[in-house]
């Protein structure tokens, strides 16, 4: 008996910036090259906010099929009745106003992390998802790789006994002369008018692997928000430069430590192989995970039964040969994909629930530090007309 189609989906791009062509060069590889075959890709539309030239030059860019469309707005994108499904590829303090345009327009979402600028924010969209009956989740692709997958399988398994504590950290060395970050104050990484800042753009990994070893694993009638306290840096721009958070989670005697900082790194010799940016730590043993905490390549499971000796694991993302590309985005679309098909409005790795628990720890966070975002971002009121959503200021 011949096996079924695999289940299509119809993209529809929303920016043409790096994060939008990363993941768009994942849609475009071969399934198979990953040993998926149940689900596969279409990229059908891309749209600029600034014009039709930019949208036609990314799709020659990323080598997209030649009958893709391109538009020179996000409205026509989302009332393009060809697409399935809009990828929000927009800055962070674009997010709310151009989810929620893709979603009034009736179309399924996937938006990149940071999912908002503020919980509120994040609320609406859910509310919106909700009443219309719409697929929307919050790219957080790291949940998706396999090395995570099998992280939690571990958790799950008891193979380091009772979790009690998780530090992670994301943090890029960035330190310049006179005080100075090695980013221009017009950089989203540094600028408040984009919700710039080591927390909302680096530190959603840390608490990425927080969340994934403490609290997603846990019960659903048990799962509890954590206490948030927060120690904030701030730089000239307002910007939040160094933040670290301790949440504690009291009814399951357990905590969990987010790093992240613009001025030292992770990975002080830049190979990704300097130490543990993730050590999960349990009453029989931890488990540490190796690499940059977005995409980390290596996990040692180390228990008071290892005599010394680490259980070493290492992970490969796997590469479509006729393009010889893949970096890892298209598991968060194979899920996004599947969804679809099975008529699930929200992925069970990262349910909404958990999205507005981990952006109102943020949101507290920013708060305990003094960091404020304009108006303009940070309002939970829709605007079709926002210059958010048509580039005109």
């Known amino acids: 008996m011949a096996s079924s189609a695999p289940y299509t989906v119809k993209w529809g791009i929303m920016a043409t ?22 689900v596969r890709h279409e990229v059908v539309a891309v749209s600029s906010s600034s014009s039709v030239q930019r949208a036609e030059e990314f799709i020659a860019k990323v080598k997209a099929p030649s009958s893709t469309k391109a538009y020179g707005s996000y409205h026509e994108l989302v009332a393009d009745p060809n697409v399935d499904i809009i990828y929000v590829a927009t800055p962070h303090s674009h997010h709310f106003q151009n989810a929620m345009l893709a979603l009034e327009a009736n179309k399924n979402v996937l938006c990149e992390k940071s999912l908002t600028v503020t919980a509120s924010q994040t609320r609406k969209l859910i509310e919106t998802a909700r009443s219309k009956n719409l697929f929307f989740m919050e790219a957080v692709w790291t949940r998706y790789h ?8 571990l958790i799950t398994s008891g193979a380091i006994g ?11 060395g960035r330190d310049g002369p006179d005080g100075k970050i090695d980013f221009p104050d017009n950089n989203r990484m540094v600028n408040a008018d984009l919700a710039g800042g080591a927390l909302l753009d680096l530190g959603i990994y840390a608490l990425t692997w927080v969340f994934q070893s403490l609290y997603h694993l846990q019960p659903e009638e048990e799962k509890e928000a954590p206490k948030v306290f927060a120690a904030v840096n701030k730089y000239h721009t307002g910007a939040d430069e160094t ?8 009814k399951h005697k357990s905590q969990g430590i987010a790093l992240t900082s613009l001025r030292v790194a992770s990975d002080p010799d830049g190979k990704d192989t300097s130490g543990a940016s993730i050590r999960i730590q349990g009453s029989k043993g931890e488990i540490q995970v190796v690499g940059p905490a977005y995409r980390p390549l290596q996990y040692r499971l180390i228990t008071k039964e290892s005599d010394g000796k680490a259980e070493v694991v290492n992970f490969t993302i796997p590469k479509d040969p006729e ?11 194979d899920e996004c994909a599947r969804c679809l098909r099975d008529g699930q409005k929200e992925s069970k790795t990262l349910p909404w629930s958990e999205s507005i628990v981990i952006m109102e720890v943020m949101d507290e966070t920013l ?12 309002t939970d009121v829709y605007d079709p007309q926002s210059p958010l959503n048509t580039g005109k200021r």
């Open 17 to 38: 910036g790096w994060i939008a062509e990363t993941f768009t060069q994942d849609l475009l590889t071969n399934p198979a090259s990953r040993d998926v075959h149940d």
């Open 146 to 153: 396999p090395i995570s997958i099998k992280v939690r399988e």
């Open 162 to 172: 009772n979790v009690y504590r998780t530090v992670a950290d994301l943090s890029v």
């Open 243 to 250: 933040t670290s958070i301790i949440l504690q989670f009291p």
């Open 323 to 333: 393009r010889d590309w893949g970096h890892g985005m298209f598991w968060e679309a």
């Open 367 to 378: 708060k305990q530090g003094g960091v404020t975002y304009p108006e303009l971002i940070s």
